[in-house]
């Protein structure tokens, strides 16, 4: 098997978004987030022959596809599916204690000495950890929540820990996703499972961006506490459902191959890193569409 076996799908004829010309809605900075995909989710999502009454996110993350299609009104509700309970206690607090969490954020200023107090704190209310999450993603080197992540140290500008905390938008941000709280939930649990529920159901579209491990580089691995998945059986449960999906995946050949074996379709698109090199990612749907 080749190393440039994703070669042959075509490249998508819509380019990734550089974040600063789409709308960002998450509170968290979310590696392996998919801010770059808005322009293929608006496309993707405008061209569903029915409007969807479910939109699942099985492997939410910062959840930028499930608060976009709710921003901007492509389906009637999101249901967002996050096994990591850290980031879903993130989620529930945003729904269920938005005021409680806005506070805690006007009151917090991160420096090491409040931000090491704050993650070696065994508070265990749902506010505790979603505030933990919340600080350990905006002052950790590329947002990475998983164990072991190294604390920003000069940051951006030379302003450190402080140097991703903007306390207003991200108050900002949780307020405008209280607009629309009834049409948001978040259940902790396996995304795999919730898939095998939803898959096929009428009126149900998919977005799946599991962690990326498959194939050689397996980037995921590193990411996120979780991140064992089985590949072979999310594309088995995509092809068995006959439903609309549209999944993410990095260029590996591994994952090549199971776009044929199930006779899915798939774009290449060129995602630039924070390093300013640039990656492949493959964008996979049932049918072509015109991305
Ligand atoms: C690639 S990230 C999703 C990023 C998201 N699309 C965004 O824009 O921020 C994959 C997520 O899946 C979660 N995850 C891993 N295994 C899971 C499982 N079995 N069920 C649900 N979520 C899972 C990880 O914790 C991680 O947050």
Known sequence: MSADATDEFPVSSIPAANVSSVPLRSPLRYPGGKSW??????????????RPTIFLEPFCGGATASLLAIAEDYADRAEMVELDGSIAAFWTCVLEHPDELCERIESFHPDSESVDQ??????DT???SAFRTLIRNRTSRAGIIANGAALLRSGENGRGLESR????????????IQHNRHRLSIECGDGLAQLNQYAGKPKTVIFVDPPYTMGSKQPGRRLYS?????????????????????????????????????EFTAVRVAVKT??????????????????
């Open 126 to 128: 749902i506010l505790d």
């Open 37 to 50: 995909l808005i322009p293929h989710l608006r496309t993707w999502l405008s061209q569903l022959t029915e």
């Open 226 to 262: 979780y991140n064992e998945i089985d590949h072979a059986a999310l594309f088995e449960i995509l092809a068995a459902s006959n439903g609309e999906f549209l999944m993410t995946y990095n260029a590996d050949p591994h994952v090549s191959e199971l776009v044929q074996q199930y």
């Open 118 to 123: 704050l993650l070696g704190d065994t508070g």
């Open 274 to 291: 924070a390093h300013a090199t640039v990656r492949n990612e493959l964008v996979i749907t049932r049918q072509r569409i015109d991305l």
């Open 165 to 176: 905390w903007y306390p207003q938008t991200l108050i900002n941000r949780i307020r405008d």
